[in-house]
């Protein structure tokens, strides 16, 4: 039996908590921007490829990630409506 002492924090809490350490954590990114030298760095052909690659694969993944949901979402409409797939 639980003692009327012990409270239950549900979601809210965890959910203000985790609101709050986002906060914190944009704060700090924003700062640590802010706070940042000109580093006059060499990037060569190497790392302006990289880059390139690096998003092509993110628009890749985004593609098949929309198509994977909005597959699913028809399944589960047509069940919902009880109609078969053509």
Avoid: C, N, W
């Avoid at 039996?1 to 924090?9: D, G, L, P, R």
């Amino acid at each position: 039996m639980v003692s009327a002492a012990v409270k239950f924090h549900g979601p809210p809490l965890i959910l203000e908590r985790t609101l709050e350490a986002i906060t914190r954590s944009f704060a700090f990114f924003v700062a640590f921007l802010a706070s940042a030298l000109p580093a006059y760095a060499y990037l060569d052909p190497v790392t302006g490829s990289l880059v390139v690659q690096g998003l092509i694969a993110l628009i890749a993944g985004a593609l098949a990630g929309v198509k994977s949901v909005r597959a699913r979402l028809l399944v589960l409409i047509y069940a919902l409506l009880g109609r078969k797939r053509k």
